[in-house]
C-alpha cells in the first residue's frame, strides 16, 4: 500500500488546492483505503482514463450539495441548468485534479496522459474504471458542504 500512498499524495494535494483556489471551498482528507465495490460515493462523478508509464483511471464523486456548491464557488449565482452546470463543474475539476496529480507524479518518474473527462449524474453508478484486476484506492474528502472521494485503479 505504501506505493499506492506515493501515487495517493498528488491526488490529495492536488485536490485541496484546486478546490480551495477555484471554488472556495476547503476540502478535509480522510484515511485513503482499498475499495470493496464499484459504486459511485457520490450523485455527479467525473472519470478520467490514464495512460503512459501506467494505466488506469481516476473518478471524482460528489455528493450533490457538495457539487452545487462546486458550481456555486466556480459559476457564482450565474446558474443557469444545475443538472448540467453540476455535471460541467465536475467534469473541469475532475480534469484540473488530474492534471495537476499527473504532473507530480511526472516528477516522480511517472508520465502519463488523460482521456477527456466523462461526466455521470448517476447515484449509485458502477465506476468504469479500465483495469479489472488492480486494486481500486479511494480517498474520502468531506466539506462543509458534503462528501466526495477521489479513486484511482492503476496497473
Not at 88 to 109: C, F, H, P, W, Y
Amino acid at each position: 500500500m505504501s506505493s499506492d500512498l506515493n501515487i495517493a499524495k498528488p491526488f490529495i494535494d492536488a485536490v485541496v488546492v484546486i478546490l480551495s483556489t477555484m471554488a472556495g471551498i476547503k476540502p478535509k482528507v480522510g484515511t485513503p483505503f482499498v475499495k470493496k465495490d464499484k459504486q459511485a460515493t457520490g450523485d455527479v462523478t467525473g472519470f478520467i482514463t490514464l495512460s503512459g508509464d501506467k494505466s488506469g483511471s481516476i473518478a471524482v464523486s460528489f455528493e450533490l450539495p457538495c457539487a452545487l456548491a462546486l458550481v456555486r464557488g466556480l459559476l457564482g449565482d450565474d446558474v443557469e441548468d444545475i443538472i448540467q452546470d453540476a455535471e460541467d463543474a465536475v467534469g473541469e475539476v475532475t480534469n484540473m485534479i488530474s492534471g495537476r496529480a499527473r504532473a507530480k507524479l511526472s516528477e516522480q518518474g511517472i508520465t502519463m496522459s488523460g482521456s477527456t473527462p466523462t461526466t455521470y449524474f448517476e447515484p449509485g453508478l458502477e465506476i468504469p474504471h479500465i483495469i479489472e484486476s488492480g486494486r481500486v484506492i479511494a480517498i474520502p474528502f468531506n466539506t462543509e458542504y458534503g462528501d466526495f472521494s477521489v479513486e484511482f485503479c492503476f496497473s
